[in-house]
């Protein structure tokens, strides 16, 4: 953390906010244990096993559970060592139940995943700060987020790729894209599934290739089946919108060229103008082209804490891009405190990125003739 001075005048730093972290907090797992759903036999190995009608993994595949999913003093010890002041954390995509066909099943879980995030984020003394689960594909989803906002208080909203059987873009969602917008609720998509598990199964590449792949799958859907034009959504992309900008040229050239394609009133690439990133790539030069991109008002600094494919030097990967002050500020906190209120860290130094309209054409990602 960084510490405040005293008696110069000056006024302390912005603080640094981590808007891409997850945790499994304990009670909710022993009790899934006690209903058969979970084994934390290998909970001393760092890691337990979930239904797969839960996870959406084969049965007895490993999920990863390091202690500081779980335990506060390892938490706060990590949030400390990365010079983080404020994680705010979200369940990871295994207690999504994003393949489940049950409806009654998801919405249970994400109820009890949303009770547990909050108990354990109210005993951080305000290091953490919850994301709500978002059962996408599920009628109820939109009451279920009401309900985390309201009552419970979390900060925001977290929700994966595909629900139910349905993609994004399914009308089933529509009362949930509504209420989202209307609060102008901060929510950070993460994959939770990807379409061809057995051509990855090998060398992790589900996670390593799967994950990115499906992100710019989830975000196309939201482009051309009209999602982003009719909602103005506070929606953050994980892992730096995956390879969403990377085949953004692309799509605007099938916008352009096929009628089938052209079915919004404006290129793909200015829609994901609109979202907000963050900054788990893993390379500084892939961050300093999203923020060319995007401005550095819509990146936020993201880790992947604590799974192992996280970024364990944050402050360095976003000071390494060598932005100027203001910038850089704005991608460490300023951001994230505009647009998580309830963080309490008042409007940081960036501009809300909420209810932006669509910048010029002559600013898109196609027009500079180049993707990463």
Not at 102 to 114: G, I, K, Y
Not at 146 to 174: K, Y
Request: glycine share 10%.
């Amino acid at each position: 953390m960084t510490d405040t001075p005293t008696g110069t005048g000056t006024a302390p730093p912005a603080p640094v906010v981590d808007i891409h972290t997850h945790a499994m907090p304990l009670p909710l797992l022993r009790a899934l244990e006690r209903e058969g759903r979970a084994d934390l036999s290998g909970a001393a190995d760092h890691v337990l096993t979930l239904d797969p009608a839960l996870c959406g993994l084969p049965a007895g595949a490993p999920v990863p559970l390091p202690p500081e999913q779980y335990a506060m003093d390892r938490r706060i010890a990590l949030l400390d060592a990365s010079g983080v002041d404020h994680h705010v954390v979200a369940a990871p995509p295994f207690l999504f139940a994003s393949q489940a066909a049950d409806d009654a099943l998801a919405l249970e879980l994400a109820r009890r995943s949303n009770d547990a995030l909050a108990e354990f984020a109210a005993g951080s003394g305000g290091r953490l700060h919850g994301l709500a689960t978002v059962p996408v594909g599920h009628p109820g989803a939109a009451a279920e987020l009401t309900r985390a906002l309201d009552e419970l208080g979390l900060v925001g909203a977290t929700m994966g790729t595909f629900g139910a059987g349905r993609e994004l873009d399914d009308p089933v969602n529509e009362d949930l894209w509504s209420v989202l917008a209307a609060r102008r609720c901060f929510t950070l998509l993460h994959p939770s599934r990807v379409s061809e598990r057995d051509r990855l199964a090998d060398y992790h590449l589900v996670q390593l290739l799967g994950y990115p792949l499906e992100t710019a799958l989830a975000v196309s859907r939201l482009i051309f089946g009209g999602v982003l034009e009719r909602h103005e959504l506070t929606l953050c992309l994980a892992h730096g919108g995956g390879c969403a900008h990377a085949v953004g040229a692309r799509l605007d050239l099938g916008w352009h060229r096929k009628p089938v394609a052209r079915v919004v009133g404006s290129e793909p690439t200015e829609f994901l103008r609109r979202l907000l990133y963050d900054t788990a790539v893993f390379d500084v030069r892939t961050i300093a082209r999203l923020v060319e991109d995007v401005t550095a008002r819509n990146v936020l600094l993201g880790t992947d804490t604590p799974f192992d494919l996280m970024d364990d030097r944050p402050l360095e990967t976003v000071r390494r891009i060598g932005l100027d002050a203001a910038d850089e500020a704005a991608i460490l906190g300023g951001n994230a405190a505009a647009l998580l209120p309830g963080l309490g860290l008042g409007t940081g130094p960036a501009s809300a990125a909420g209810g932006r309209s669509l910048p010029s054409p002559s600013h898109s990602i196609q027009s500079k003739g180049r993707g990463h």
